[in-house]
């Protein structure tokens, strides 16, 4: 939950920096554009995957530009659906959502949304008795949230 709503309000400040750099994009108050970053992180989340996939051959050939075009339809559809936030046309939409992709993931590194780390051991030996005589890559993931119980379960080795 608290992830969610980081990202809510990452994409919340970056919207509200579009609004005030783009010119054609516009909202009544700040409150319009927490609303209209919801509908656009809820539009990103459920209706964008199966855009792509439905596109996905045209995708495909178009090495991946498609997806531009998909999140500025996304983009103005907020404005469509959000009242307060208005759009002019789909191409000031189209730099506005390439725009907000930028900002919001410049001030998500700034945020320090946990990342995952993965720990990678190599064994030349056979760590467990049944398995054959090749090499064994092991790769084991984990949270940086979960740093006692990683050092427990490395203890235990």
């Given at each position: 939950m608290i992830d969610f709503l980081i990202r809510w309000v990452v994409n919340t400040f970056a919207l509200l920096i579009v609004?005030?750099?783009v010119p054609g994009i516009q909202a009544a108050q700040w409150e319009t554009v927490a609303v209209a970053a919801l509908v656009l992180g809820m539009l990103n989340?459920?209706?964008?995957p199966l855009l792509i996939l439905f596109t996905l051959p045209f995708n495909v050939l178009s090495l991946g530009l498609l997806t531009f075009l998909i999140n500025g339809l996304l983009f103005y559809s907020v404005s469509k659906i959000v009242e307060g936030f208005h759009i002019v046309d789909f191409w000031t939409a189209f730099w506005?959502?390439?725009?907000?992709?930028?900002?919001?993931f410049i001030l998500s590194l700034f945020v320090g949304a946990p990342m995952q780390k993965m720990n990678v051991r190599f064994y030349k030996d056979r760590p467990f008795p049944d398995m054959d005589?090749?090499?064994v890559i092991d790769v084991e993931g984990k949270s940086t949230d979960d740093e006692d119980e990683n050092k427990r379960i490395?203890?235990?080795?």
């Open positions: 609004v005030r750099l989340a459920f209706l964008k506005g959502s390439i725009l907000f992709s930028i900002v919001s005589d090749s090499d490395s203890d235990d080795r």
